[in-house]
């Protein structure tokens, strides 16, 4: 009996209800990813945005991660892959693709065409689209990780996104919230794992990108569907 009570302690300890994407020790993203950019087509749609961290580092355990990012607008955007050479030099991976996106959510899968990553690698991918008379150009960094999983299997997709997000999964968690839904949208459960990325996009490391930050976020707060929050920052004169 009480070897039972045990397991059921762990069991609830391991894989909490409402498990939050707190990542610790976030490495910052380096210059190719932390902020920079254009504000965006238009400031009536939401602007071109990646769901992933962009200010700091991101983790994946899958060799062949799945990238997401949010369109207003469907049209043809570019896809590209870096992989870091030393930290202040990153070469690119495979051709460019180009990508059909449409209005919502867009799911990419690193194409067969592309070599499988490597753990122990700090990669950075890329989704350009033209506007206007300009490029929009949003990037990520993530790492190949290792580990130690356990080899469970879960019943439900929360059970599996609280899984990854206690392991700091994030591109492991955000493919499984969207299992749940289709057309572009977001699943309760991946609104509640962007509302934690906006969380911790927070700009307090990078003034000089602090701007271009805070309107990343107010992005990600309308994809999510949580009213804006006026930022307590000021912005440089």
């Not at 592309?114 to 949003?138: F, H, M």
């Amino acid at each position: 009996f009480i070897s039972l009570v045990v397991g059921m302690l762990f069991l609830f300890t391991a894989f909490p209800a409402d498990a939050k994407f707190q990542p610790k020790n976030r490495k910052p993203a380096s210059g190719y990813s932390r902020g920079g950019g254009s504000r965006g087509c238009s400031s009536k749609n939401i602007p071109l945005t990646l769901l992933a961290p962009q200010t700091f580092v991101g983790k994946t355990a899958s060799k062949r991660p799945m990238l997401a990012w949010y369109m207003s607008n469907s049209q043809s955007v570019r896809f590209r892959l870096f992989e870091f050479e030393s930290a202040k030099k990153a070469k690119q991976i495979g051709e460019s693709k180009e990508v059909q996106a449409t209005v919502g959510v867009n799911k990419l899968k690193l194409p067969q065409e592309y070599p499988e990553l490597t753990v122990g690698k700090k990669y950075l991918w890329q989704i350009a689209s033209d506007c206007r008379n300009e490029t929009i150009v949003r990037r990520a960094e993530f790492t190949v990780v290792n580990p130690p999983l356990a080899k469970q299997e879960f019943k439900t997709i929360p059970e599996r996104v609280n899984y990854y997000a206690v392991n700091e999964l994030w591109y492991e968690a955000l493919e499984e919230s969207l299992k749940a839904v289709s057309d572009g949208k977001l699943s309760r459960i991946g609104a509640n794992l962007v509302q934690d990325l906006v969380s911790l996009e927070t700009p307090v490391e990078a003034e000089e990108n602090m701007e271009v930050n805070e309107k990343r976020i107010e992005s990600l707060q309308k994809i999510s569907g949580v009213p804006q929050v006026k930022s307590c920052f000021k912005l440089k004169s």
